[in-house]
């Protein structure tokens, strides 16, 4: 189904009157939902995958008890949309959060942006409740994801000494299991998920892989998203840390990293799904991530 302007506002007067008179404008970008402005505060998420309505259901369970304990700006929905004859999926109004994708728009700012992700994963790392969502693909024990790095593996040695690459793929894999209770995650910290104002990390979107699990996997972001040696003050900052989980948590880099350069190839030779400006935020992780002394 084609989504467009004419639609979203069709489905805002039949479903949210008082919205429906707003601006709207389509907003480049986005995996499982295609985004539209609406007005200056607001955001319409329309799902374009078969899996996106469960997790627009999902965040709309969790994402507003989350959003008051987190330190940076996300998009608490506010308005839900029901499926009807326009329009067979549910669909999410949402606040709007400013910035700029960091794919797009790079941090300059290392060791602020590291202290505000430090900051918002302290925040969100909490003991996660017995209701709390499980995920297959996030929080879960490394060896589980195996097949994941040796699907990536050809795309990490062909940017980095492929010795390296295994040496640390195993090290993580050596790293004893967590035995902590389950912790909130926002579960898919990768560029395009986070925004950039002013050289920093403004805020932080699309909870939609939102979990509870092993800490590891959202820790990645360290080489993820922060500059070159910007790593270190980040794991100082966030502090509850010890070393098997940043082994694990290097591990879950090169997966994401991984998966950054896949997704960016696929953009460069114009295949569907692909996205030209994630693979260069791949190279960068892996060059990081590979490059950075142990944090603790």
Known sequence: MEIDESLVRALLRDQHPDLAELPIREVPGGWDNQMWRLGGELAVRMPRTERAPELLRKECRWLPALAPLLPLPVPVPVRTGEPSARFPRTWVVARWVRGEPSDATPVTRGEHAADALAGFLRALHREAPAEAPANPDRGLPLAEFAHWFEEGFPLLAEHADPVAVRRMWDDALAAPVRQGPPVWLHGDLHPANVVVADGTLAGVVDFGEVCAGDP??????????????????????YARVDGPTVRRARGWALIRAAGL???????????????????????AALARVLGAPTPC
Do not use: N, Q
Request: hydrophobic content about 40%.
């Open 216 to 237: 590891a996997t959202d820790l990645s972001a360290a080489w993820l998203l922060l500059p070159e040696g910007a790593a270190e003050r980040f794991f100082r900052t």
């Open 261 to 283: 350069i896949g997704i960016g190839r696929a953009g460069e030779r114009g295949l569907p799904g692909g996205k030209p400006s994630w693979g260069p935020a791949g190279r």
